[in-house]
């Protein structure tokens, strides 16, 4: 069936660098796409957002990235912190509705 | 900044009990919703509600499942006789809008456990 799924489920990454999380969907109706943080024993919090209209977004430290062609969205974060470490989750949402349907997350560690 | 809110944090209640598990979302958003998280699985979703009706569901709201705004900040939860697979954790969300210009906030959940 169609879904929203992550390659990578731990990523580790340096303090100070660059980490790129990647996400895939299959529905070619979604038009609207959300990345959320979540750390232990909290919610998902909302980090950005993106239209099906848009290729690019940028937030303080974050960007992301959709390809429609190949339906592909990826999360950059930039000088990657400790605070950083945490599950991250890409989410869908198509046309029709306001559901979300989430992937499966990756655990991004960072290391000192 | 305001959030959404929920308690209790921890549930343990026993096979066939109701529960009721209780939500204040943000003061000025209109649209509501219910998600959970089976421990190592996705967050998914169960139900969405606006203008105190139910507006969308996915197929595991079944009819133990139900939803109240019984007042003009509380959002409820209720399942009506647990069973063991309804363990998980709980989270409430709401939006502003109810379509991509308003994302999704989320409480920090309420963990079921049906013993």
Partial sequence: GESVGLHLPTLSVQEGDNSIINCAYSNSASDYFIWYKQESGKGPQFIIDIRSNMDKRQGQRVTVLLNKTVKHLSLQIAATQPGDSAVYFCAENRAA???????????????P | EPEVTQTPSHQ???????????????????????YRQILGQK???LVSFYN????EKSEIFDDQFSVERPDGSNFTLKIRSTKLEDSAMYFCASSEGGRHNSPLHFGNGTRLTVT
């Fill in chain 1, 97 to 111: 509705g306001n559901k979300l349907t989430f992937g499966g997350g990756t655990r991004v560690l960072v290391k």
């Fill in chain 2, 12 to 34: 343990v209640t026993q096979m066939g009990q109701e529960v009721i598990l209780r939500c204040v979302p943000i003061s000025n958003h209109l649209y509501f919703y219910w």
């Fill in chain 2, 43 to 45: 967050v998914e979703f």
């Fill in chain 2, 52 to 55: 105190n009706e139910i507006s």
